[in-house]
């Protein structure tokens, strides 16, 4: 590498210089992260005029120094829209099996795409359903599971499941690998209920996850078969009345290394650098949230999340009707791990509506991208 900069051009290098990698076919960046005045596009997230906040909505991108991505990132392009991704859960096709049981079946492909992960930088993904994270797959405690997978990559693609399975449905060579071109029916029953993922498993295992090939994996319990529990278990049952109170979202951590040295240059939520703080998280302070969380970030070996002014209870892989954690307000999770935050903003007389910050508790995954706002408003306009 020349050595006409004044600087290292690795992550750390980067984040001195107030620059990025920009992507795999372009080493140098163009600027993309920087410290200068933001003047467009954030000046209309305003608490709304019923609550008593006095914060100032319109500098709260100054939160971290204005260290935050220039620009906007087109989800029209990309196919796919962060904001979108919260909410967008993938039930399947519901029919039923001679014995009764309930079938879901799910199709996904395997296919590679550029994608934008900040503004002008794209990545050379490989995705399932053409997004990053793909598709948030959604079952219920005791369902028969099959997944319809074709490969229409360039390279060899998997699914694993975190949970219960045979051995032949493991997604790993031998046991469900498929070649390019190639279809694989993945067929389970859906236990234990939790905050599950999936992803590929094929060698190199690290570039396979990096690339893109992840994904949420969430399993509800069943209240008949929790009745000690059924109150617990009915609101985590997706479609149920009780669910329908919660405001539910899927999010998952990663990070991408854009000049592939093995050391990654953005931090996200949900793939795209920075997309909760320039488009905040409108909640409802009167309804509870539920987070359903998971880290696959590579090349890193621990990822976080904290939440301003508010503390939540934590659930660890999601496979208790019972918090593993309470009155926290940051926890961590290493790669594959996961769970469930539960909390609110309306028990608390200091939980006025207004912006309130989330991000990862490494400061560096904070100014490289990996920082939201929750808008938390009295009701949805």
């Known amino acids: 590498m020349p050595g006409w900069l004044p600087f290292d051009l690795k992550r750390r290098g980067f984040i001195g210089a107030g620059l990025v990698a920009a992507s795999a076919a372009a080493f140098g960046a163009k600027g993309a992260l920087g410290q200068g005045e933001q003047t467009s596009g954030h000046q209309g997230h305003q608490a709304p005029a019923s609550g008593t906040s006095t914060y100032d909505a319109t500098n709260h991108m ?22 979108a991704m919260l909410t967008d859960w993938e039930t399947g096709e ?24 900040a503004p002008g930088v794209m990545f050379p993904a490989w995705t399932f359903n053409g997004r990053v994270p793909g598709p948030a797959l959604r079952a219920t405690e005791g369902d028969r599971v099959r997944v319809v997978f ?68 969430v399993i509800d319990p069943d209240p008949a078969r929790h009745p000690e529990m059924a109150a617990v278990a009915s609101s985590r049952l ?45 909640v409802v302070r009167s309804r509870p949230v539920r987070i359903y969380l998971v880290n696959v970030t590579e090349f890193d070996p621990i990822n976080s999340f904290h939440l ?19 009155t926290v307000d940051v926890i961590m999770q290493c790669q594959a791990q996961r769970g469930i935050l539960e909390f609110t903003f309306a028990e608390q007389p200091d939980h006025e509506p207004g912006l309130y910050m989330f991000h990862a508790h490494q400061s560096e995954f904070t100014e490289l991208g990996w920082m939201g706002m929750f808008d938390v408003v009295e009701a949805l306009s």
């Open 62 to 83: 100054n939160a971290h120094g204005e260290m935050i991505t220039i620009g906007d990132v087109d989800p029209a392009r990309n196919g796919f829209d962060p904001t």
């Open 94 to 117: 519901v029919s039923t099996l001679p014995d009764g049981r309930r079938l879901r079946t799910f199709q996904v492909t395997a296919e590679d795409k550029e994608i934008e992960i």
């Open 150 to 217: 074709k490969n229409f990559g360039s390279h060899p693609h998997s699914m694993h499941f975190h949970g219960f399975h045979a051995a032949r449905m493991d997604g790993i060579p031998g046991a469900g690998l498929v070649p390019p071109g190639g279809e694989f029916v993945y067929e389970f029953d859906a236990r234990p209920y939790g905050c599950h993922l999936y992803h590929c498993h094929a060698l190199p295992l690290a570039r396979h996850i990096h690339k893109g090939m992840y994904g949420l994996f």
């Open 238 to 282: 997706y479609g149920t009345p009780e669910n329908a109170q919660w405001q539910e979202m899927a999010m998952v951590m990663n990070a991408f290394d854009t000049n592939f040295d093995g050391e990654n240059e953005f931090y996200a939520c949900n793939t795209i650098a920075h997309c909760y703080a320039k488009q905040p998280i409108k």
């Open 308 to 326: 301003h002014g508010n503390f939540f209870d934590y659930y660890d892989q999601g496979t208790t009707l019972t918090p593993t954690l309470k």
